[in-house]
Each structure stands twice: as C-alpha cells, then as structure tokens.
C-alpha cells in the first residue's frame, strides 16, 4: 500500500475553487455582452474563445509559458513591477486554469442566455429596467441551470486539468504538484498502489460531478418556460 | 395627442411588403388595430414601444419626439424603449417565471399601494403570492395587464390579450378593461380580431390591410353603417348550382356551414361553382351576388 498524501487533492482542490469563482465573476458579464451583441466579427470572437476546447492542452501550455516568462514582455513587466513571477508558480497554474477553462464556464451561460425568451427582456425593457437590471433580476434567476452546469464543469475541469499544469507549473510540491500530476509522478517512479488510490478517487469524484450536473438539469428540465 | 407616422418593410408570406401609417390617436381613446395577421399589426405595436426600429418617420406622444428619422439616414432621435416606458401587454404574456403574481408587479414599479388597488381591480389578491405557472390563461392575462399598469403609463399597447381566452372571460375582462380606462385615463391601443370586442371597447378602429390603413373610422361606421341596405351578410363560396323545374338553388359553403339558398334566373346566370360570394338579405329572402375584390373582406380578421 503505497502512502497517502492529502496535500495534490488540496492544491486542486484550492486551484479549482479559486478558478471557478474567478471564471464566473468574469464570465457572467461576458456572456451577457456576447448575448447581446450583434455583429459580423462575433464568430470570430466565440471561436476564439472556444479554442481552448480542442487545442492539445501542450499547445495552450507552451503559449502561456512562453507568454508569462520573464523574457516575454508581459511576464517581464509583472517581475520587475510587481514582483510576480507566474512561471512554476500557484498564481501561474491560476491563471493558466482561468484561460483554459474559460469556455466550460462561457458557453453553458451563453447558451442559457441566448435561449432566454426575447420577449421576457423586451417586457423588462418596456418597464424601464437596464440592461444590466434584467440580467440580475429577469435572466440570471431564470438560467440556474446553465449557471450550475457552468460552474460544476469549470471545477471539474479544472481538477481534471493536467497538460497545460504540468507545462507551466511543473511539478513542485505544494505549490503545482496537483493529484493529476501526482499520480503521473507515481507511476513514473513505478508506485502503482498509490497511483491506483489516486485514480481511484479521482474517478469517483468526476463521476459524482457528472451525476450531480445531470440530476440538476433532468429536475430542471419540462419547468420553467416550456 | 399621439402623432404616428411611420415606415417600414416588412417580410411577409408573400414577400415584403411596407408597413405604412399614418394616424393621430387622441389621448385617453381606446383604438382598435385590426387586420388579417401578417398585415403588421404587432410590428406597429413594437415600433411604437421602441422594440422595433422603423425605417423612417416621425413618432410624437403629448409634444414629445419619441422616434425621428428621415428616408435613408440614422435616426435624429431613438428613445430607448426604458425611455419610453408605455405599457405593453404581450400576445404571450411575458410573465417573469421566477416571480410570484405580487412580485411581477413590484418589479415594475415598488409601489405596493398602486399593486394592491390594480390586484384589487383586477380580482388578483387572492392569487398574490402564486407562480405565473400555477395560473390560468385569464388569470395570466390579468396579471400581465396590472403589471403592465403599475408604472402609470401614458399608452397602453395591447396584443391580442384576449384571443386565448374563452368567451365568459373575455367579455368579464373586457369589462375590466374599460372600467380601469375610464379611471386610470390611460391611451390604449388593441390589437384584435374580434368585431364585438372591437364594437364594444374600442371608439375607434385602424384597419390595416398587407402594411396599409384601409379604414379608419369608428366601429358602429365600419360595420354597421355600411353602404348596403343589407341587413346581414357572410361571405361564402359557391359549391353547386342545381335547377329543380322552375328553381335555381345554390349550395354554399360559408365557413364550415353549408346552405343552400334558392336564386332567380338572373342570379344563376351570374354565378358560377367556385364563385366567391356574399349572401345577404334585404326583403325576405337572401340574395346572392359576386364578391368584388375590392371590397374588405371582414371574414379575414
């Protein structure tokens, strides 16, 4: 039996929350304003957004470490300004969950958005209210749903993350080393017992995850605005 | 004074068309639009409401410059539809889902004293603290009308509220809605199909036909007063022309009825299977002649 160490689960544990809560203050407002806006260039957009999807988490790694070293400009400007250093580091790994999950959280809430019945916004507009007054009162309470698909799909697709992690984070204990590198380091050192328990529990936890995402939308579903 | 001269193209079943009008309203008259659907009753309701942009004209309310917009350029002036805030009752309701009844009204405006007196009015207490999805279509609809009521609207914007519902609570709510016009004095604007309830709300009626205002009269002038001395007329259509000895009978369908109604010599000869008729009477028995087409044909509405 090999030894359990709590510390991965904690470190992706704290990695995915931090994320996801991040992931949804900025994309509430996000999908609102692609929601609503009209335009030639917004496949551009969505698409761009979308990349993340199918892109070899490798690819999207390399970029970001490219991009948050401290020979790049970005990075370079956050060392010598602010003493950040992104690369192999927690707040590295956050930032590069944050862009590699961003359409897990995007798309379930613009979907939600945009199926939204129009005339339930033209009769919030014809009261008066905003823009952003119906999005608070009218849609967001009305898409609870896509809200909690969005957020239980970001955590878990952040827990489940592990290429782009592994590129910009490495693997440094209790800072990067989150339980799907772990267990990639277990079975490099031929550890197989607790790469087992690790799996196994990881299994467990996305199942879990999953069942919860279905059971919210099967309950959800014949409700509402049918 | 509402002052409504506006433009726009419009797709229609049979291409596009331009929706065109026209029309003053008088502040505190209900006016009915009428017309065969697809004749842009609702767009005008919504151009009117901010929701849809006309491609030219002029909208004025009370000396207020709600829309201006000249043949080919960007609007002068666009109020917001929050701007303009008329109340507007949709064909479909628009009931926010996740509110109760009490809460619909309050999100319009947080005047509880106004919500209890249009709950009051509109026999909604009881039903206050329900979902809209617990509720009936009448029930709905009145909802739908007292939110719509609860910020004091200078105009009214009504389409089709009534269609869905049967005809006990129809005219009930009909009722309703001339009571809370005679004492909120509020300009209303309906869109409907139905001749009585046009008769018995409305002082004036818009006929609209493919974008265009073929009448606009009131409805005791439109359907009463009209330039036959028929009594009563349907519109029918010519089935089968038979001839027993000395008489001529025509089979006609008018609507999902059939009749059969005796003609003379010269009507017979006049008329053919196929034909588009109108049957009417004048003495004691019906007569029967040819529909022209430039007549409006009321079965459409």
Not at chain 2, 70 to 98: D, I, M, S
Not at chain 2, 205 to 219: C, I, M, N, Q, T
Not at chain 2, 262 to 274: N, Q
Request: aromatic share 8%; net charge neutral.
């Amino acid at each position: 039996m090999g030894s359990f160490d709590v510390e991965p689960f904690l470190l992706s544990f704290r990695l995915a929350a931090v994320t996801t809560l991040l992931l949804f203050v900025l994309s509430v407002p996000l999908a609102w304003m692609l929601a609503n806006w009209r335009s030639p260039f917004k496949p551009v957009v969505e698409t761009l957004f979308s990349l993340p999807i199918v892109l070899p988490p490798t690819v999207l790694g390399f970029y970001l470490l490219i991009f948050m070293s401290e020979r790049s400009p970005v990075g370079g400007f956050l060392k010598e300004g602010f003493g950040i250093e992104l690369v192999f580091s927690f707040q590295g790994i956050l930032v590069a969950s944050c862009v590699y999950s961003l359409p897990f959280m995007v798309q379930p809430l613009l979907s939600g958005m945009e199926q939204f019945p129009g005339q339930l916004l033209e009769a919030a507009y014809a009261l008066g209210k905003s823009k952003r007054d119906t999005l608070f009162n009218v849609v967001l309470p009305n898409i609870k749903p896509s809200m909690l698909t969005g957020l239980i799909i970001t955590f878990a697709h952040t827990v489940g993350e592990f290429g782009v992690v592994l590129m910009v984070g490495g693997s440094i204990q209790g800072e990067t080393r989150v339980a799907s590198i772990a267990i990639y380091e277990m079975v490099e050192l031929l550890d197989y017992s607790t790469a087992h328990l690790y799996s196994f529990i990881l299994v467990a936890f996305s199942f879990l995850v999953l069942l919860v995402v279905y059971g919210v939308n099967h309950r959800a579903r014949g409700g509402r605005y049918s | 004074m509402i002052t409504v001269i506006l433009k726009k193209q419009l797709m229609g079943a049979g291409g596009t068309f331009c929706l065109e009008t026209s029309v003053d309203l008088e502040e505190g008259g209900i006016t009915a639009i009428a017309g065969p659907s697809g004749s842009g009753k609702t767009t005008l309701l919504r151009m009117i409401a901010g929701l849809s942009m006309p491609d030219e004209g002029r909208l004025q309310v009370n000396g207020d410059t709600w829309f201006w917009r000249e043949p080919g350029e960007e609007p002068r002036l666009n109020r917001t539809p929050q701007q303009r805030r008329v109340g507007f009752v949709f064909q479909g309701y628009a009931l926010f889902p996740h509110m109760t009844v009490l809460q619909n009204l309050l999100y319009a405006s947080k005047d509880r004293k106004m919500a209890d007196r249009l709950m009051e009015m509109t026999g909604l207490l009881q039903l206050r603290d329900v979902l809209p999805d617990n509720l009936s279509g009448g029930q709905k609809q009145r909802v739908a009308l007292a939110r719509s009521l609860m910020q004091q609207p200078k105009l009214l914007l009504l389409d089709e509220p009534l269609s869905a519902l049967d005809e006990a609570m129809k005219s009930m709510l009909q009722d309703e809605l001339l009571a809370i016009q005679r004492e909120l004095g509020v300009t209303i604007l309906i869109v409907t199909h139905d001749s009585s309830e046009m008769y018995k709300l409305c002082d004036r009626v818009v006929l609209l036909e493919s974008g265009r205002v073929v009448a606009d009269k009131s409805p005791r002038e439109l359907f009463v007063e009209r330039k036959t001395t028929q009594k009563f007329a349907f519109k029918g259509e010519i089935l089968e022309l038979r001839s027993i000895d000395a008489i001529h009978i025509a089979v006609i369908a008018i609507g999902n009825n059939l009749v059969e109604v005796v003609i003379d010599t010269a009507e017979k000869e006049s008329l053919a299977p196929g034909d588009k008729v109108v049957i009417g009477t004048k003495a004691f028995n019906p007569t029967v002649r040819k529909f022209e087409s430039n007549e409006f044909d009321f079965s459409k509405l």
